[in-house]
Nanobody, 125 residues
Framework: VQLQASGGGLVQAGGSLRLSCAASGRTLHTYNTGWFRQAPGKERVFVAAISSSGDRTYYAYSVEGRFTISRDNAKNMVYLRMNSLKPEDTAVYYC???????????????????WGQGTQVTVSS
């Protein structure tokens, strides 16, 4: 499956953005998916994840209550709605997908086999 993230941009603190992750090549409905982010000079870290059916969601503590992950399997899309953005949310955001059939450690980047190219989110103070 190929993934393409979009929707990033420059926004003021307190603003909102919605990131989109479009899948092609295969249908996404059997893949658990996640969003990660990487700030300059830092490691890639977990942001949010959603099960293949959409019935389970998980969030990093730093974004819980502000970000919402969702998916539309009919459209082969996964979204990340980001509200109340802070300067520390500035990073390149990546969507990732894990193929079915193995255990899912949603916070671990190494558990995802497929990655999008990333979209830059910059939050100004």
């Amino acid at each position: 499956v190929q993934l393409q993230a979009s929707g990033g941009g420059l926004v003021q603190a307190g603003g909102s953005l919605r990131l989109s992750c479009a899948a092609s090549g295969r249908t996404l409905h059997t893949y658990n998916t996640g969003w990660f982010r990487q700030a300059p000079g830092k490691e890639r870290v977990f942001v949010a994840a959603i099960s293949s059916s959409g019935d389970r969601t998980y969030y990093a503590y730093s974004v819980e209550g502000r970000f919402t992950i969702s998916r539309d399997n009919a459209k082969n899309m996964v979204y990340l709605r980001m509200n109340s953005l802070k300067p520390e949310d500035t990073a390149v955001y990546y969507c990732a997908a894990k193929a079915p059939g193995t255990s899912w450690f949603y916070q671990s980047a190494s558990g995802y086999a497929y990655w999008g190219q990333g979209t830059q989110v910059t939050v100004s103070s």
